[in-house]
């Protein structure tokens, strides 16, 4: 057989060893579509990915045809150490003058809510803050962030 045949050959069997044995691939979101848990939220911030913005959410909010300055929000995770235990919580501030709106402060893991704040409305500027977790042997777990209206 020449290098030709052999060729074709081993790309035809190549293609069999594909179609018969599927191979699971995963495609990588894009960063301004970053899934939340909040899936309502115009933006916030996790401590894994930094600042996200929702496109959707935010035209939807700015589309009643009052204008607003653009909304601005800050997360971070705090850290402290109680009893001889880690803990960690996420807080939030949300500026969004002359709307009425939400911030939100939680610890998460793998998409389990491990403590919450629940949504703190206001107008203008809104601040939360969630309860303290402390580390279980387990997972410390995730600071996020949620702003919406």
Known sequence: MNKFKRFGV?????????ALNPVTTFAAEPETSVVTSESNAVGGWSEEDGYFVNPQAYSKAMEDGTTYASPKHTGKAEERTHNGTSQK?????????????YTRARMED???????SGRQWGTDGTEAISPWWSFNGDTLGSARTYYGS
Request: hydrophobic letters at 50%.
């Open 10 to 18: 081993s790309i035809l069997s190549l293609g069999l060893v594909l």
């Open 89 to 101: 919580r996420a807080h939030g501030w949300t500026t969004w003058v002359g709307k009425y709106h």
């Open 110 to 116: 793998w998409g389990a809510i491990l403590t919450d």
